[in-house]
């Protein structure tokens, strides 16, 4: 299987900025779709953004736009979210996830396939 494995959570007060790093464990990484989700406590998990193949695509959920920056670097295997002008509704954890199937970007946690263990991001006022 693809291993992800999520870096970069802590805690931040608001207004502060953060960037979180998902490593993959293979050079397949470069033909999936990555996705940025995130899950609050209580709460379902959330799409939050993502990313295509070669990076030249990307969406975000409403609330983070022009806050969030998602890129990647598919000779490191890696892919990154920025995180700017953070709020305390941000706080979650964060999860990276692949797509294996698609070439377009998928806002279901459903259609992703490989997802990595999270990390905490709490956002204090």
């Known amino acids: 299987q693809v291993q992800l494995v999520e870096s970069g959570g802590g805690l931040v007060q608001a207004g502060g900025s953060l960037r979180l790093s998902c490593a993959g464990s293979?050079?397949?990484?470069?033909?999936?779709?990555m996705g940025w989700f995130r899950q609050a406590p209580g709460k379902e998990r959330e799409f939050v953004a993502g990313i295509n193949q070669s990076g030249g695509n990307t969406y975000y959920t409403d609330s983070v736009k022009g806050r969030f920056t998602i890129s990647r670097d598919n000779a490191k295997n890696s892919v990154y979210l920025q995180m700017n002008s953070l709020k305390p509704g941000d706080t979650a954890i964060y999860y990276c996830a692949a797509d294996r199937s698609r070439l377009t970007i998928a806002t279901r946690a459903v259609r992703y396939d490989y997802w990595g263990r999270g990390t905490q991001v709490t956002v204090s006022s």
């Open positions: 293979d050079r397949t990484f470069s033909s999936y779709t």
